[in-house]
C-alpha cells in the first residue's frame, strides 16, 4: 500500500509544476528543488525520540517494513487516499513529500481520554534530505497536545502532516 502510494506521487512528480508564492508588489519566490535531492537520506544518521502516555496514546512507526501491517489497517488506510489532495497543493513541494516520505508516525489518541502530558516528537537530523510524514487520528471525545521538534544541520527537513479530528475531539498541535 505505501509503495503504490509513494509511486503514485513519482509519476505526477513528472508533470508538476514549482509553487508560486507572491509577497507585497514586487516580491516573489520559487524555491529551488535542484538543491533538494531526496535519495541523499541516511537513516543512520537521523533519529526519532518519542514521549507519550503509552496507556492512552499508540504510536505506530511505518515504512517498508511494516507496510503489510499498515495495508490490512482501515484506520492507516484512510491517510493513504487521494482525498488528502487540494488543487492549491498540486505542485511539486506537495508531491516530493507524498512520493518520498522516509517515515510515517501515526499517532492515535484513544477515545474519551484526556491526555494532560504533551506527546512529544523529537526529530534529530544530521544531514541529508528527510521527508516525513505525521498521521495523527484524534477519537471521539479525546484531548491532547502534540509538540514536534526539529534539530538538524546539513540539512532539508520537510514534513506533512495529515489530521483526523473526530466527533469533539481537541487537539492543539505545536511545531518548532
Not at 75 to 80: G, L, M, R, S, V
Not at 124 to 134: P, R, W, Y
Not at 151 to 163: A, H, L
Request: proline share 2%.
Amino acid at each position: 500500500m505505501i509503495k503504490e502510494y509513494k509511486q503514485e506521487y513519482i509519476e505526477k512528480l513528472k508533470t508538476a509544476e514549482l509553487p508560486y508564492f507572491k509577497y507585497g508588489l514586487n516580491i516573489n519566490i520559487q524555491p529551488d528543488l535542484d538543491k533538494i535531492n531526496p535519495k541523499t537520506t541516511n537513516k543512520n544518521k537521523n533519529k526519532i525520540d518519542l514521549k507519550y502516555d503509552k496507556k492512552n496514546v499508540n504510536i505506530i512507526i511505518l515504512d517498508e517494513i511494516n507496510e503489510k501491517f499498515a495495508g490490512k489497517n482501515e484506520k492507516i488506510k484512510e491517510f493513504f487516499s487521494n482525498s488528502w489532495e487540494d488543487k492549491d497543493d498540486n505542485h511539486t513541494l506537495f508531491y516530493n513529500n507524498e512520493a518520498y516520505s522516509k517515515n510515517y508516525i501515526l499517532i492515535e489518541v484513544k477515545e474519551e481520554k484526556n491526555i494532560d502530558l504533551p506527546i512529544i516528537i523529537n526529530y534529530f537530523v544530521n544531514e541529508g534530505t528527510t521527508f516525513s510524514s505525521i498521521l495523527i487520528r484524534a477519537s471521539k471525545n479525546s484531548k491532547s497536545r502534540i509538540i514536534i521538534n526539529r534539530n538538524g544541520k546539513k540539512c532539508y527537513f520537510s514534513e506533512s502532516v495529515k489530521i483526523i479530528a473526530e466527533e469533539c475531539s481537541k487537539l492543539e498541535l505545536i511545531v518548532f
